[in-house]
């Protein structure tokens, strides 16, 4: 579906966005995501990645329904509106690597910048040293791109690419309504599941999904993003 003037890409549609991700995160941490975040994209893959045995931090695994959301709300979205164009870029290993080290970043100032946004609305003064190293990470990367840095265009993919990811997270969907976490099991035929911890505190699920759904939804039209 062709549209006209995209009104979520305008500066009210982002702070709408945001609006609807802070409101989000208070709501499912009052229906039991952890108090701490609500919502965080990086605290939430590290979950996903412990429930599939990345990683064995036992208070850290389960397989988090809003990121699912946020992938396949924003592909469905992609689709609606005619703008699903599987792009990939140069630079790959160069690339891989600074998602490494962004996700190092993030656990160890506990949250991706969603999370940061959080704790200081919240009041938590530690938060202000995650915002300064973002700061001077940030003006670190300007630095590069002053001195000619460039990672390469994106150049059109195949459209099986670009269906990659989301086939990925529809099969896992799949398996966790297979497996679903039991209460006081750890381990199933598949999936690790905290018993305690922030990987133990979990919105209901068709909840997670929608809301996620929904920020998949505003991400896609808004073009919002922290971590650009």
């Known amino acids: ?14 702070i709408a966005t945001g609006a609807v991700i802070g409101i989000g995160a208070v709501l499912l941490q009052k229906l039991g995501n952890p ?16 429930a599939l045995g990345f990683h064995r931090a036992a208070v850290v695994q389960y397989l988090r329904p809003e990121i699912f959301g946020i992938v396949l709300g924003s592909l469905l979205t992609a689709v609606i509106f005619g703008e699903f164009k599987p792009r990939a870029g140069s630079s790959a290993i160069i ?21 940061l946004n959080f704790r200081l609305a919240a009041g938590d ?24 840095y460039n990672p390469g265009s994106l150049k059109k993919a195949k459209f099986s690419v670009g269906l990659a990811l989301p086939i990925f997270i529809l099969g896992l969907l799949g398996l966790y309504f297979l497996f679903p976490a039991i209460k006081g099991q750890v381990k199933n035929a598949l ?19 929608i809301f996620g759904g929904a920020i998949g939804f505003f991400l896609q039209r808004s073009r919002f993003c922290t971590i650009g």
């Open 1 to 14: 579906m062709k549209t006209g003037k995209n009104i979520f890409a305008s500066g009210w549609g982002v």
């Open 35 to 50: 108090p701490n975040m609500g919502i965080c994209v990086a605290c939430f893959t590290r979950d996903i990645a412990g």
């Open 95 to 115: 690339k891989f690597f600074l998602g490494i080290f962004a996700m190092i970043g993030a656990l160890v100032f506990l949250g991706c910048p969603w999370r």
């Open 125 to 148: 003064g530690g938060a202000l040293f995650g915002l300064l190293g973002l700061v001077a990470g940030i003006w670190v990367g300007t630095r590069f791109f002053a001195l000619g």
């Open 191 to 209: 999936f690790f599941y905290s018993i305690k911890g922030p990987g133990s505190m979990r919105a209901p699920l068709f909840v997670s999904l």
